[in-house]
């Protein structure tokens, strides 16, 4: 049994009477209704956002908290900044409820998973969801608006509930030409600093054909790229007899017609195999990049840590890749300051990252974490030194990164076209090279389209061109 009921399912109300919410995604609609998402922390919960404007059919999305009839706060536990946010950003939102008597507001996410009912103690918001009971938005939301107070955290959720993700309206004007693609929910490998098995729940793996049938659809309304995310993708199906490797998804994802490109994130060293890098390096639609998270450099670090390989492995995977690919971007997350982690162990860190010279790095501070491992461990760093350690491993990257940027001018990149830049909005475009670094550029070509783009200037983070081509 994957979905075993594992946490508590609580619905209250602001009258006291237990109410049962439907389990099915309602067909009620939303008519009109204006929703504001705001989101905190990862892929999975920017996609999360998505599935909820979807769901809330009829609806629409808004981009202030001042216009909308529904605020969601969709949150991040991973580490403790984050999940603070959650009760300051909530207190904004509910001085807005003051003046306007039917605005509702809620919490879902990993907090809200983490958390329940605790969140409205705090904080007077109208409902609390959980990560898996996210499909059951639409009738949760119906009885909020009702007057119920809902806080819902169950996790015993049937597998297509789980993945379920009507496509937003938003994403049939032609404007969305990239899309995540959820291919599995939760993790069972329970590395000591991490909280994410315990807000998103044990590992499940989405059938392969219900993946194919949302990228189809997604391409259909506009669609170019796909980025496949779950917390270990490339260990994709090891818990599922009979459903295919990772290596075989994205060979069938690449004979999608009228897909250009295919990302994937986070894959886990533990399931890198050459059977994935020669899919990556066969397969045209598979971009080059790979976000591989080391988490350390150090054997020892690594090893408290629970995450299952050496640096050695780490090495020769990379090795792999290079070999097969080799202009493929590497990126990677770190953290400093894990307990216990000595001058050596921090040397080390910095010793493979400036031998790897990833394309960059997402680094952090140790977090202690409820309910984790090393939150109980004895041998806590204190939080002075973790900021030397991060400020001295940020400014060796970024002059890793800057040499990288500045690789790249003179050549021709293709770029998927992805809309108005940032800046200088009338007039410049923005889109990615297959490596995923930004690039900005003179001209409006259609969003989707993929033109190749000749790099005249490198930043930190992004790189700017001029047109050469237009492709398709
Ligand atoms: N599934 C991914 C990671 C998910 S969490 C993996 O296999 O690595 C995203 C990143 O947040 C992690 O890679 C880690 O670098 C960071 N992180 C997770 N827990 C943390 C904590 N307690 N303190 C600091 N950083 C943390
Ligand atoms: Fe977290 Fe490790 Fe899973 S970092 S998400 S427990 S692979």
């Not at 509930?161 to 490998?189: H, L, M, W």
């Not at 329970?190 to 729940?201: A, E, I, L, Q």
């Amino acid at each position: 049994m994957l979905n075993k009921k594992i946490y508590r399912e609580e619905i209250i109300s602001r009258e006291n009477n237990r109410s049962d919410i439907s389990e099915n995604a309602s067909e009620e609609s939303f008519e009109g209704k204006k929703i504001f998402v705001r989101t905190f922390g990862c892929q999975m919960n920017e996609k999360d956002s998505e599935r909820i404007i979807g769901m809330l059919k009829g609806g629409i999305a808004v981009n202030s908290p001042e216009e909308a009839d529904i605020i969601i706060l969709n949150t991040c536990a991973v580490r403790e900044k984050p999940e603070h946010k959650v009760y300051s950003e909530a207190g904004k939102y509910l001085k807005i409820r003051k003046h306007k008597k039917n605005l509702k507001v809620g919490v879902t996410g990993c907090v809200a998973q983490l958390k329940g009912s605790e969140i409205i103690k705090k904080v007077d918001v109208d409902f609390v969801v959980g990560t898996a009971a996210l499909y059951k938005i639409p009738n949760i939301i119906k009885e909020v608006l009702k007057g119920k107070v809902v806080v819902d955290t169950s996790l015993d959720v049937n597998l297509s509930d789980r993945f379920e993700s009507p496509i937003p309206y938003e994403f049939y004007n032609g404007s969305r030409v990239k899309a995540y693609v959820t291919i599995q929910e939760g993790c069972n490998q329970f590395c000591t600093f991490c909280v994410v098995p315990m807000t998103r729940g044990r590992e499940i793996t989405r059938p392969a054909s219900d993946i194919i049938r949302e990228i189809v659809e997604l391409v259909s309304s506009g669609v170019r790229e796909v980025t496949l995310i779950g917390q270990n993708v490339n260990g994709y199906g090891w818990n599922t007899p009979g459903e295919i490797s990772f290596a075989q998804l994205l060979r069938q994802i690449n004979k999608i017609d009228g897909l250009y490109r295919i990302r994937f994130t986070t894959s886990n060293p533990r399931y890198m195999n050459d059977e994935l890098i020669d899919a990556m390096a066969e397969c045209d639609k598979v971009c080059e990049h790979l976000h591989l998270p080391v988490q350390s450099g150090s054997n020892r670090t690594l090893k408290k840590m629970g995450r299952r390989h050496t640096i050695e492995e780490y090495y020769e995977i990379l090795e792999k890749l290079r070999k097969a690919i080799p202009n493929c971007a590497i990126t990677t997350d770190i953290i400093v300051g894990f307990p216990g982690e000595t001058d050596q162990d921090f040397e080390e860190t910095m010793n493979l990252i400036k031998t790897i010279r990833f394309d960059d790095i997402f680094s952090f501070k140790f977090s202690p974490r409820p309910g984790t491992i090393a939150s109980r461990m004895t041998d806590q760093i204190p939080e002075d030194i973790k900021s030397e350690r991060l400020r001295i491993l940020q400014a060796t990257q970024d002059e890793i990164t800057k040499q990288i940027m500045q690789s790249y001018i003179g050549k021709v990149e293709e770029i998927l076209v992805e809309g108005p830049a940032e800046r200088n909005q009338e007039t410049d475009s923005t889109g990615r090279t297959r490596t995923n670094k930004v690039v900005n550029f003179k001209g409006n070509p259609k969003p989707g389209e993929i033109v190749k783009i000749k790099i005249t200037e490198a930043f930190r983070n992004s790189l700017r061109g001029e047109i050469a081509e237009n492709v398709v």
